[in-house]
């Protein structure tokens, strides 16, 4: 499912034009990268949660030459599901 499908459902369900569901996930979108940007951890009930980590600097190695490299530091995020979307992909 894409942003389109996203907007398309959204529309349907809640009996608004596609702009305006565009224009909720949009806004939905931008507070919750705000908010991870922030170094806050999102819930979305039913759904799970998303949380920003850091991940260490490693060691790597070059694919073609396999000479070690450095990989380093970088904020990235995490997704832990709910038990209420576990069990629904369970069911």
Known sequence: ???????????????VSKAQAEQWLDTLTKYVMGALCCGHKVTLPGLGHLE???????????????GEIDIQAKRSVKFQPGKALKDALTA
């Not at 894409?2 to 809640?14: I, R, Y």
């Not at 920003?52 to 030459?65: A, C, F, I, S, Y």
């Open 1 to 15: 499912m894409n942003k389109a499908d996203l907007v398309n459902c959204l529309a349907e369900h809640e009996g």
């Open 52 to 66: 920003p980590v850091t991940r260490k600097e490693r060691k790597g190695r070059k694919p073609r030459t396999g």
